[in-house]
Nanobody
Framework: QVLLAEPGGGLVRPGESLNVSCSVY???????MGWVRQAPGKDREFVAG????????DYADAVKGRFTISRDNAKNTVTLQMHGLKPEDTAVYYC?????????????????WGQGTQVTVSS
């Protein structure tokens, strides 16, 4: 699989919303998908995961209630809608494909990564 994070990142103010999308070249219908982020000077961390049929979804506690992950298997895309953004959400966001069809919940559940897109939240 080849994952490509679309340039949906950018600079937004605290409280604003932003969407980032991922296009996948290859079959994604059999695999869970997700988003992972890495802030400057910090380790990469899990953000959100979705099973291959969208029947199971999981979020990191830090983003629950603010972020929404979705997928369109017909279009081979995965989208992360981010609302109520905070400065601590500033990071490079990576689209990732899991190694199974189950909802990924840990970094070790992922086997393929996108290039990443920068999201900066600042006033």
């Amino acid at each position: 699989q080849v994952l490509l994070a679309e340039p949906g990142g950018g600079l937004v103010r605290p409280g604003e919303s932003l969407n980032v999308s991922c296009s996948v070249y290859g079959r994604i219908t059999s695999y869970g998908m997700g988003w992972v982020r890495q802030a400057p000077g910090k380790d990469r961390e899990f953000v959100a995961g979705i099973s291959y049929k969208s029947t199971a979804i999981d979020y990191a506690d830090a983003v629950k209630g603010r972020f929404t992950i979705s997928r369109d298997n017909a279009k081979n895309t995965v989208t992360l809608q981010m609302h109520g953004l905070k400065p601590e959400d500033t990071a490079v966001y990576y689209c990732a494909a899991a190694t199974t069809g189950w909802v990924p919940r840990r970094l070790s559940d992922f086997g393929s990564w996108g290039q990443g897109t920068q999201v900066t939240v600042s006033s």
